[in-house]
C-alpha cells in the first residue's frame, strides 16, 4: 500500500467518527483543564501535563529569526516564555504541584502580537520549595548502556522573588548495522559493504529562572542557561569486491564535537502613560571544535589514503528588542515592537591529507572566514473583537539587514514583513481560523564558508552570496472540540518561497547551497485526540497526527520540476494509553512512519526511507514507594533505515546513471526505563 493510501485510511476512522458524535453537547469550561484533571497520569511537571491535553500540538520558536513576535504557544500567567530557550526545557522546570490549571486560548483573541492557534495558558501558583527528579537509563543492542541520563530540578519562592532551577545530563548510546551494495547502472552488483556506526552524545548542563514582581504592574525576568555537548560517531566500513570494478579495503569515518554555550535572556515590563513598555535582551555564544577524519586501509592493515578536516567555530547572536502596548478600549489592543539584532560566526579551518605515509596541509579556499549581520526591524501590531464571533490580529513592518563577510563583502537588504490573522467561532467550541504572512527566513551563517565531507571527498563550496528566502503564508484551520476529550484538527497550508535555499550549480563541476528565484510548497496537517470514555472504555485515548506535503521549484542543474530537496513527504503516527482505574498501572504504545522527498546534488541523489513503520509500547507504575516507573520499548519489528543514492557519470543534466548505492542498517529493540519522583 502507499503512503497516501495509508494517510487516507488512517482518516477515515477520525473523519467516520465526526459524523456519529455531532449530537454530543460539549460540557461548560471544556477548554480549561484543572489540576484534578492530570492527577490520574501523576505529572512531575507542566511538560506532562501539556501532553495530556486532548488535541493540543505544542510548537517551540528556539529557531525563529531574532526574538520576533509571537513565539511559542505556551503562556505562564498569561504572559510569553522569555528568551530562545527550548520550550520543552522551560515546561520541564514548571513543577507540577505549582499549576493551578492550563487554559487553552485562542491566539488571535490575545494581546500578544503574533501567536495563532491554540495556545495554552499554565496557571501557576507557588507552594513553597518543590522539586522533582528523573533517572532514565536506555538500553541497546551491541551499544553501551546509557546510565546517566537524569534531571534535577527545585523550585521556589522568596517575598516577591520566584525561582527555578535545574541541571541535568542527556545521554544518548546509539548506533546501527548492516548492509551497503553497490550496483551499476545495467544491474550488476560490483561491491558489498558491510557496515557498523556508532553515535555517542552526552550533555550536561545546569538552567536558572528568575522572576520579580518588586511592585504592582512591575515584572522582570531573568533566565541563564549553559551546556557542554560531547558527540562522538564511528563508523567502520568492511569493503569486498564481486566484480573488478568493487575494491577489498576497510574504512573508518570518526567524527567528533566539543561544544559549550551559554545563553541569558532577560526582561522587564512595566506601566508606561496608557500602556506597558516591555524590554528584552537577549545574548547566546557557542564555541565548537569538531574534526572529521576518514582513513582507507588494505586488508593488511597499510593505510593507503586519507584525510582530516578540523573547524573552530565560534557563534555569538545578541538581540534587544523593546515592545509597547495599549489598550484604547475593551477589545482593541495595540502593539508597537522594535528589534535590533548583531550575529557574526568565525571559523577557523584546516585540511589535511594523507600522502606518502604522512598526513600533509592541504590548503582550501573559503574555509576560514566570518560572517557578520546586522539586523533591524519595527513592527505594529493591532488586535481587535469584531464580535463575539469574529477576532483579527494585523500587524505590518518593515526589516533591514546588512550582510558583511571577511574580504570585504558588504550587502543591504530591506524586506517587508507582517501578517493578518483572524479567527471564527461559529459556537463555542468550534474555531476557523485563517492566515496570511509575509516572513523572512533565518539564514545559517555556515552555508557562507567552504567545508569538506571527507567521506564522499566533496568540498562543500560556500556562497557569499547567499540571502535568506522569504515566504507568502496562507493557511487556514479548523478545529473542534466535540467534549469528553474528542477533538480534531484539520490546517491545510499554501507557501509561496521566494529566493529559496537550495543546493545550487557553481562553475562548471561545483556545488553550493544558493538561492533559487520561487518555489511553492503545500500540505495538509491533520489530528485527533479520543477518549473511551464515552463509549464505556474508561482511562483510554487515542491520538492520530498525519501529515501530507507536495511542493515544486525547478531544478537548477537540469531545469525540470522536481519537489524541494529532501523535503518531508508524509508522516503519521497513531498511538493509545490505557489508565486502567482504580489501579496505579497504565500501559499504551504506538506506531508512526516518515517519508522524505529525494535530495538533490550536482553529481547524485539520495532518498532516505525507512523499512517499515517504528512501533513502540509502554507500561507504567504511578507510585512505588513514591516512585513512578515506567519502561518503553521501541522498534518491536525490527524496522531498518535505508538509504539510496544513484551516482551520476557526470552532471546530471549532462551524464547518465552510472551506479547505486543502497544501504540498509538495523538499529535493534530500544529498552527506556524511567524513574521519576518530586519533593
Known amino acids: ?59 517551540g520558536a528556539d529557531n525563529r529569526r531574532g526574538l520576533g513576535q509571537g513565539g511559542a504557544n505556551i503562556l505562564v500567567n498569561g504572559e510569553r516564555l522569555t528568551g530562545k530557550t527550548d520550550v520543552g526545557s522551560q515546561l520541564n522546570r514548571i513543577v507540577a504541584e505549582n499549576v493551578v490549571r492550563i487554559e487553552i486560548k485562542d491566539g488571535a483573541s490575545l494581546d500578544i502580537p503574533g501567536l495563532s492557534g491554540q495556545v495554552a495558558n499554565i496557571v501557576t501558583a507557588s507552594k513553597g520549595r518543590t522539586g522533582t527528579w528523573s533517572w532514565a537509563p536506555q538500553f541497546r543492542e551491541r551499544q553501551e ?34 548492509p551497503e551494495t553497490l550496483t551499476a547502472a545495467d544491474g550488476t552488483l560490483f561491491e558489498i559493504r558491510d557496515e557498523r556506526g556508532r553515535y555517542n552524545f552526552e550533555g550536561p548542563g545546569a538552567t536558572l529562572d528568575l522572576n520579580w514582581k518588586p511592585k504592582a504592574d512591575h515584572v522582570a525576568n531573568l533566565n541563564l542557561e549553559y551546556n557542554k555537548l560531547n558527540a562522538a560517531q564511528r563508523v567502520l566500513s568492511n569493503r569486498r569486491a564481486i566484480t573488478d570494478r568493487g575494491q577489498d579495503l576497510n574504512t573508518v569515518f570518526t567524527g567528533g564535537e566539543n561544544e559549550w554555550n551559554a545563553k541569558i535572556g532577560a526582561d522587564y515590563e512595566f506601566p508606561v502613560g496608557p500602556g506597558k513598555l516591555k524590554a528584552i535582551g537577549y545574548y547566546r555564544f557557542e564555541r565548537s571544535p569538531t574534526r572529521s577524519a576518514f582513513s582507507v586501509f588494505d586488508l593488511d592493515g597499510e593505510q593507503l589514503s586519507g584525510s582530516i578536516f578540523d573547524r573552530l567555530a565560534d557563534e555569538a547572536e545578541t538581540i534587544a528588542r523593546s515592545e509597547y502596548s495599549w489598550s484604547p478600549e475593551e477589545g482593541r489592543d495595540w502593539t508597537l515592537g522594535v528589534e535590533g539584532a548583531f550575529n557574526y560566526l568565525d571559523i577557523q579551518s584546516d585540511l589535511q591529507s594523507f600522502q606518502d605515509g604522512a598526513y600533509i596541509d592541504f590548503e582550501l579556499d573559503g574555509a576560514s572566514s566570518r560572517v557578520e549581520e546586522r539586523r533591524a526591524e519595527a513592527t505594529l501590531t493591532h488586535s481587535r473583537e469584531l464580535s463575539a464571533k469574529w477576532n483579527v490580529q494585523l500587524s505590518a513592518g518593515v526589516e533591514y539587514s546588512k550582510l558583511e563577510q571577511t574580504g570585504g563583502l558588504s550587502r543591504d537588504f530591506v524586506r517587508p514583513k507582517g501578517f493578518l490573522l483572524a479567527t471564527y467561532k461559529p459556537e463555542e467550541n468550534t474555531s476557523l481560523r485563517f492566515r496570511i504572512e509575509r516572513e523572512v527566513d533565518q539564514l545559517s551563517f555556515f552555508d557562507f564558508i567552504s567545508s569538506v565531507d571527507v567521506v564522499d571527498n566533496i568540498d562543500r563550496t560556500g ?8 515566504r507568502w503564508i496562507l493557511s487556514a484551520e479548523y478545529d473542534k472540540d466535540f467534549g469528553q476529550g474528542f477533538t480534531i484538527n484539520i490546517n491545510p497550508y499554501f507557501n509561496q518561497i521566494s529566493d529559496l535555499v537550495d543546493r545550487i ?10 538561492n533559487i528565484d520561487s518555489a511553492i510548497r503545500y ?15 474508561k482511562g483510554t485515548q487515542f491520538d492520530l497526527d498525519v501529515e501530507w506535503r507536495n511542493s515544486r521549484v525547478e531544478d537548477p542543474v537540469t531545469f525540470e520540476k522536481r519537489q524541494l530537496s529532501r523535503d518531508k513527504k508524509t508522516f503519521w503516527h497513531a498511538r493509545m494509553r490505557h489508565d486502567i482505574p482504580n489501579t496505579d498501572w ?10 522524505d522527498y529525494k535530495g538533490f546534488r550536482l553529481f547524485t ?16 507504575h504511578k507510585d512505588i514507594l513514591g516512585i513512578k516507573i515506567r519502561a518503553e520499548l521501541t522498534n518491536l519489528i525490527d524496522s531498518r533505515e535505508e538509504f539510496t543514492r544513484e551516482v551520476f557519470t557526470d552532471r546530471r543534466d549532462r551524464g547518465v546513471l552510472d551506479f547505486t548505492e543502497f544501504q540498509s542498517r538495523t538499529f535493534g529493540p530500544i529498552l527506556d526505563i524511567e524513574f521519576s519522583g518530586s519533593f
Open 523 to 537: 500540505g495538509i496537517d491533520f489530528n485527533t485526540s479520543i477518549k473511551g470514555d464515552r463509549w464505556g472504555w
Open 605 to 620: 541523489t539520495d532518498n532516505p526511507t525507512l523499512e517499515r513503520p517504528i512501533t513502540y509500547a509502554f507500561l507504567e
Open 463 to 470: 556562497n557569499v552570496n547567499l540571502v535568506p528566502s522569504q
Open 586 to 595: 497504565a500501559y499504551g504504545g504506538g506506531v508512526r512512519e516518515y517519508a
Open 145 to 178: 548502556a546509557s546510565l546517566t541520563h537524569a534531571h534535577l530540578t527545585i523550585s521556589g519562592e522568596t517575598r516577591n522573588l520566584t525561582y527555578s532551577a535545574e541541571i541535568r545530563n542527556e545521554i544518548n548510546r546509539n548506533g546501527d548495522w548492516g
Open 1 to 59: 500500500m502507499t503512503h497516501i493510501n495509508k494517510l487516507l485510511s488512517a482518516a477515515t476512522i477520525p473523519l467516520t467518527l465526526i459524523f456519529t458524535a455531532q449530537n454530543v453537547t460539549a460540557q461548560t469550561n471544556e477548554n480549561t483543564f484543572e489540576a484534578v484533571f492530570f492527577e490520574q497520569y501523576v505529572p512531575r511537571n507542566a511538560l506532562d501535563m501539556i501532553a495530556q491535553i486532548p488535541g493540543f500540538q505544542l510548537q
Open 505 to 514: 550549480p557553481i562553475g562548471d563541476d561545483g556545488d553550493a547551497v544558493g
